[in-house]
C-alpha cells in the first residue's frame, strides 16, 4: 500500500514528459523527452516487480528462454535507447542540468543514500528500513513531478533556436 503514492506520481511524470516531447518542436528535445519517457516506463516496470508473479506462469519459456531472461534483454534494449537518445540531445540535456537548483541535486543524492540505507538495513531495522526506503522514493518521485511541472521548455527552446541560429552565423562567415 505505501508504494501506490509512488506509482501514481511516476505515472504523472511519465504523462508529463509525453506531454513535452509532443509539445516539443526542435528535435532533440523531443529526443530528450522520448528518453525521459522511456526512464519512466522502466521505472514503473520497476515499481511493479510483483505483477509478472501474478500474470506469468513459473515454467513460461519462449525460444527456450524464461521469462526473466526475456525481460531482462528488453530492459536493456530500453537502457541502450534511452543511453543513445541522451547522448543524441546532450545539448538540450545539458542546458537543463546547468539551469537546475544545486539543492535539487543535493536533496536528491541525500534522498536516495537515505533509500540505499533504508533498502540495505544499515542504520535501520529491517521492517523500518523499509518503510524508510519506500518513503525516499516516493519523495525522490514528488520531487521530479515538481520539477517537471515548474520547468518551461519554452525557455530551452527558445535557447536552442538562438544558439543554432549563432551557429550557423559564425559557420557562413
Known amino acids: 500500500m505505501i508504494?501506490?503514492?509512488?506509482?501514481?506520481?511516476?505515472?504523472?511524470?511519465l504523462l508529463r514528459c509525453l506531454h513535452y516531447f509532443l509539445q516539443s518542436?526542435?528535435?532533440?528535445?523531443?529526443?530528450f523527452w522520448l528518453a525521459g519517457v522511456l526512464i519512466f516506463v522502466t521505472a514503473i516496470r520497476r515499481e511493479l516487480n510483483y505483477l509478472p508473479?501474478?500474470?506469468?506462469?513459473n515454467n513460461f519459456t519462449l525460444l527456450s528462454r524464461s521469462y526473466d531472461w526475456w525481460e531482462d534483454m528488453v530492459l536493456t534494449v530500453i537502457y541502450l535507447v534511452v543511453v543513445g537518445l541522451l547522448i543524441h540531445s546532450w545539448r538540450y540535456l545539458w542546458a537543463l542540468l546547468k539551469k537546475a537548483p544545486l539543492s535539487l541535486y543535493g536533496s536528491v543524492a541525500v534522498l536516495a543514500v537515505v533509500q540505499y540505507m533504508g533498502e540495505?538495513?544499515?542504520?535501520?531495522?529491517?521492517?523500518?528500513?523499509?518503510?524508510?526506503?519506500?518513503?525516499?522514493e516516493t519523495i525522490i518521485y514528488a520531487v521530479a513531478l515538481i520539477y517537471l511541472w515548474r520547468l518551461n521548455i519554452s525557455d530551452y527552446a527558445n535557447q536552442q533556436k538562438e544558439a543554432s541560429e549563432l551557429h550557423y552565423q559564425t559557420s557562413t562567415r
Open 53 to 57: 508473479d501474478l500474470f506469468v506462469p
Open 120 to 136: 540495505n538495513g544499515i542504520l535501520f531495522p529491517k521492517d523500518f528500513g523499509v518503510f524508510v526506503e519506500e518513503i525516499s
Open 25 to 31: 518542436h526542435i528535435r532533440r528535445a523531443q529526443t
Open 3 to 13: 508504494e501506490i503514492p509512488g506509482n501514481i506520481i511516476l505515472v504523472i511524470c
